[in-house]
């Protein structure tokens, strides 16, 4: 039975060759990258090769997807299933951010490489093997092979070893398992912002330039929590 489930799945097929030959498998996603306000929050999630012997009996594999492609409602619920896999000694995983500030001072690509590069670091921290360039030599001296793969094309600016993988969140498993930690989490985010600044709509639109939004940027003016970059234009049609 869990074999028929996985055979019916392509992400968790490509996860499965993608692993070959390797020890652990990371999948790494981003959420708010084109929002007008609030930070940019990236997931990592690394399985190891015995995870795909062990068929997380929680999880319908056809779910994990794309988190925009699921309901709000079922990506808070996929979001506390992952996290049991850490419970489980199935997985690991970590959050990383980059902040209004950070975006406004490295741009959004930079910001964005700098959240992924703190969620990884995180995972190291919970046992993940230490990445960094150089890969022989470290592979050599830890034993362990490490893949990194990261949705969309490969990210010059994010200095460790990886792979993009283009529509990634919905060809891979472990990438869209970090696509649903990192939307979950970043919209969480902007459901508190809102509770500080309702104007804004920010637990309806979570930050992203729907009309409403920009109409209350216009008659408000942007809050700190706004990216100056991205407004700019917005604000002075």
Not at 30 to 45: H, K, Q, S, T, Y
Not at 77 to 85: D, H, P
Request: aromatic share 6%; glycine share 8%; charged share 25%.
């Amino acid at each position: 039975m869990a074999r028929s489930r996985a055979t019916l799945c392509p992400r968790w097929q490509f996860d499965c060759a993608a692993i070959a030959g390797q020890d652990w498998l990371v999948g790494v996603d981003e959420a708010g990258r084109g929002a007008l306000a609030g930070p940019v929050v990236a997931a990592a999630v690394a399985v190891r090769a015995s995870y795909f012997q062990a068929l997380p009996e929680a999880f319908d594999l056809n779910l994990i997807r794309d988190s925009k492609q699921i309901r709000e409602a079922q990506r808070e619920t996929l979001f506390e299933q992952v996290s049991t896999l850490a419970e489980q000694g199935l997985a690991l995983h970590a959050i990383g951010e980059g902040s209004v500030d950070e975006i406004n001072r490295l741009d959004i690509l930079g910001a964005t490489c700098l959240a992924m590069w703190r969620a990884i670091q995180q995972l190291q921290e919970m046992g993940l093997p230490h990445i960094e360039f150089g890969i022989d030599e470290l592979f050599q001296e830890s034993g362990k092979r490490v893949r990194i793969l990261v949705d969309g094309i490969h990210l010059k600016r994010l200095e460790l070893p990886h792979e993009g993988v283009v529509k990634g969140d919905d060809r891979s498993h472990v990438i869209a398992l970090a696509s649903i930690l990192a939307k979950v989490s970043r919209d969480r985010k902007m459901r508190d912002l809102d509770r500080r600044h309702s104007h804004f709509l920010w637990a309806s639109n979570k930050g992203y330039g729907s009309r409403a939004h920009c109409d209350a940027i216009r008659a408000k003016g942007p809050s700190k929590w706004h990216r100056k970059q991205f407004i700019h234009r917005l604000i002075h049609r």
